[in-house]
Every structure is written in C-alpha cells, then in structure tokens.
C-alpha cells in the first residue's frame, strides 16, 4: 500500500501553512478530521480507491507546524481559511466527508457557500446543542470515561488499536503530545461547546447531505441527527450499528459501503 502525498499549502495570506494528505483518483473528495487530529486510516485509504482524497490538516496540527493556528481567530475565519485551501487545491466543488468537529466544519462551508460542496456526508458531527440531550464534554472527560463513550464496545478490536501504544516509547511521547495539540487546537473553535449559531444557518445547505451516525455515541447521541435533519432540505439518516462515535473505526466496511454508494448516486 502506497502512502498518501504530502504537500504544504500557506493560506491566509501567507500567514498560514499547513499540510494536505493526498491519495487516489477519480472525483475530488475532501475529509475533515475530528477533534483527535488526522490519520491516514483504513476508511481513508478505500475511499481512495474511488475518490481523489484530500485530507487537510487543521491549521496548528499539521507536524511541525504548531505555530498556524495562531493568525485564526474564530469559526468565520476558520471557515474562510478552508475556502482557500479548495482554491489552492484547485477545488471548485468537491464531496466533502466530514467527522465529528470535521464534521460541524463542513456543514458550515456547506451552508456559508452552498455553491462549494457537491455532496456532503456528516458522520456525528458536534454543531448542535439540545438541553436534554446535551454533548459531552470530551476535552475535560478522562481517558477512562471516554472509551465506552466513543466506542460501542470498549473491548473491542477498534479501541484496542487505539489504546495500544506504539512500540517506540518516544513514538507514544509525541503521539500523545500530537492529540492534545489537536484537541487544544479544535477546541479553540468549540469551546464552550453549546452551539456557533450552525442551527440558524443549516437551512441554506443546498447540497444532497448524509447524515451518518453510530447508534451507540456516547458523545453526540443519534437524536442529533433528527435534529441536523430538520433543517436540511435534502437530507438522508443512517444509523450504524454497534459503532459509537467512532463509526468508521468500529464498522468500517458498513461505513464505506453506505458512504461510497451515497456519493456516487
């Protein structure tokens, strides 16, 4: 299996530099990584089989380049940001496959400039906020509490690749140091989690949208699909079973089979 290319692209008038992850060949698609940062994983690597894959780095999380998130301010530019990186990718109207925070952030590039985004998957993105349904607050949950949280089965094949450590102790340093650059990163942009205003502007995404979610997360519950739904016109629901947050890790041929079927419709 071949590794994805790598190319570094400054934005933001040049005050911005980070790294795309590219791979495949067919119609552009374009990932969003979740709060944790990007890997270049198995779910990643089939799309490439029918997609070119673009997989950029938030701002800040790219390796080596911690200093980039600093010139954003907010979501709107943050928003903005991304616009310029399909430009520079020479991107006019691509899938987008969105995951988690990835996934708040494609809706609002859907809904900012519904012109930009062909099609739109969303799997369990955060965005929303519903007083009795609340999100969970991930960034001061522990590392144990979480696991049942994201995953269906916390014993499972899928959170046990997660919870191994590599076998380079030095490798597992800078591993941990990457994710929670990540999470301080993306948390920049959500923090405090109750919604940006997403509700108010979901109505103006005009692009065929999937709404994909495991029915076991523990972080966003499925009823927030309902909820996303309500508000896009043309929107199709898919609930994963036995997957949580994490749906393209726990049941990744279901995940890829729903999705590849969905953009190429």
Request: glycine share 8%.
């Amino acid at each position: 299996m071949s590794e994805p290319k790598e190319q570094t692209l400054e934005v933001w008038g040049n005050k911005v530099e980070t790294k795309v992850l590219t791979k495949g060949s067919g119609p552009p698609l374009v990932f969003l990584h979740g709060a944790m940062g990007l890997t270049w994983d198995p779910f990643l690597e089939q799309l490439s089989e029918s997609f070119t894959v673009y997989a950029p780095y938030l701002p800040g999380t790219a390796p080596g380049l911690p200093d980039a998130i600093k010139p954003i301010d907010n979501l709107w530019d943050l928003v903005l940001v991304y616009y310029e990186i399909f430009d520079k990718l020479n991107l006019e109207k691509p899938g987008v496959v969105g995951h988690s925070f990835g996934g708040m952030l494609a809706a609002e590039l859907a809904a900012t400039n519904p012109e930009r985004v062909a099609k739109l998957v969303l799997m369990n993105p955060i965005g929303l906020w519903l007083d009795e349904n609340p999100v969970k607050n991930w960034m001061t949950t522990s590392q144990l509490e979480l696991g049942p949280l994201i995953f269906s089965d916390p014993t499972g094949p899928a959170a046990q690749l997660m919870a191994t450590p590599p076998a380079d102790p030095e490798e597992g340093i800078q591993m941990a140091l990457r994710t929670t650059w990540s999470l301080a990163c993306t948390g920049k942009f959500v923090w405090p989690i109750p919604d940006k205003g997403l509700k108010k502007r979901l109505h103006r995404i005009s692009s065929p949208t999937l709404l994909l979610w495991g029915e076991d997360d523990g972080i966003v519950p499925p009823v927030y699909a309902d909820e996303f739904a309500s508000s896009i016109e043309d929107t199709a629901i898919q609930i994963i079973p036995k997957a949580g947050h994490l749906p393209q890790l726990e049941q990744l041929e279901p995940v890829v089979s729903v999705t590849n079927k969905f953009l190429t419709s």
